[in-house]
């Protein structure tokens, strides 16, 4: 599925497919921040980022960037494509939830009860702004793009076992740095995709139907005459 400014064919398509990634990756955040928030073990990603975190006392978001600019050079050097979107996604998501904490938005869950269902409820928040993060077609975000790059590259080993993988390596090094691992980063790991797949299919949306445009490709477009 891709909309009228999903071809990305004009300045003024990429520029409203920019702020629609920038206000979709923001309520992404505040997905994020639920999850957190429901104190119950954080996603693979996110303990691995507040472990981070916590060891070097800095900011979620300062280290959540970190991580992600560090990926995306790893997505770099393996010659991955690499779009506006996936830039926008490495800055925007982990400042969001900064944001969200800054103004204590929602409480940290004191049980199970409370914890599961707010849980699943950031969850759902995730999908569907990936929903609508995925429609500017302007890239992938880095981890996703890691995964297809070192999946691509380990032909002989199913993606899914390239994702366990990967998602278990960063769980590990959060959890050495003190990042929280609980049944929350189960229900994270294993849920995720179902609870996107649903968003999607009440969408109508077929992700890998859409065409990412890679950044030279965007770039061609800004700079070229009659673009606007």
Same mark, same amino acid.
């Given at each position: 599925?891709?909309?009228?400014?999903?071809?990305?064919?004009?300045?003024?398509?990429?520029?409203?497919?920019?702020?629609?990634?920038?206000?979709?990756?923001?309520?992404?955040?505040?997905?994020? &921040?639920?999850?957190?928030? +429901?104190?119950? /073990?954080?996603? #693979?990603? $996110?303990? !691995?980022?507040? =472990? *981070?975190? @916590?060891? %070097?006392?800095?900011?979620?978001?300062?280290?959540?960037?970190?991580?992600?600019?560090?990926?995306?050079?790893?997505?770099?050097?393996?010659?991955?494509?690499?779009?506006?979107?996936?830039?926008?996604?490495?800055?925007?998501?982990?400042?969001?939830?900064?944001?969200?904490?800054?103004?204590?938005?929602?409480?940290?869950?004191?049980?199970?009860?409370?914890?599961?269902?707010?849980?699943?409820?950031?969850?759902?928040?995730?999908?569907?702004?990936? &929903?609508?993060?995925?429609? +500017?077609?302007? /890239?992938?975000? #880095?981890? $996703?793009? !890691?995964?297809? =790059? *070192?999946? @691509?590259? %380990?032909?002989?080993?199913?993606?899914?076992?390239?994702?366990?993988?990967?998602?278990?390596?960063?769980?590990?090094?959060g959890w050495l740095l003190g990042g929280p691992v609980g049944i929350g980063t189960l229900i994270c790991a294993f849920a995720t995709g179902p609870i996107?797949?649903?968003?999607?299919?009440?969408?109508?949306?077929?992700?890998?139907?859409?065409?990412?445009?890679?950044?030279?490709?965007?770039?061609?477009?800004?700079?070229?005459?009659?673009?606007?």
């Open positions: 599925m891709n909309t009228a400014l999903s071809y990305n064919r004009t300045t003024r398509a990429i520029v409203l497919n920019m702020l629609l990634a920038a206000v979709s990756l923001f309520v992404n955040g505040f997905g994020v &921040y639920l999850t957190i928030q +429901a104190n119950i /073990g954080a996603a #693979p990603w $996110d303990v !691995l980022n507040l =472990g *981070v975190s @916590k060891t %070097l006392g800095i900011l979620y978001g300062t280290a959540s960037i970190a991580i992600s600019c560090t990926i995306l050079g790893i997505d770099i050097i393996m010659r991955e494509p690499i779009g506006i979107a996936m830039f926008i996604d490495s800055i925007v998501v982990g400042k969001a939830v900064d944001f969200f904490n800054h103004f204590h938005v929602v409480p940290p869950c004191r049980s199970l009860a409370t914890g599961i269902p707010v849980m699943i409820v950031g969850l759902f928040i995730l999908a569907y702004t990936q &929903y609508t993060y995925m429609i +500017a077609s302007l /890239g992938c975000g #880095p981890r $996703d793009t !890691l995964l297809v =790059g *070192v999946a @691509k590259r %380990l032909k002989q080993i199913p993606i899914g076992a390239v994702s366990i993988s990967i998602l278990s390596f960063a769980t590990l090094i996107m797949q649903t968003a999607f299919h009440t969408v109508h949306f077929d992700a890998t139907r859409v065409h990412h445009q890679k950044l030279q490709e965007s770039f061609r477009v800004i700079l070229s005459r009659g673009s606007v």
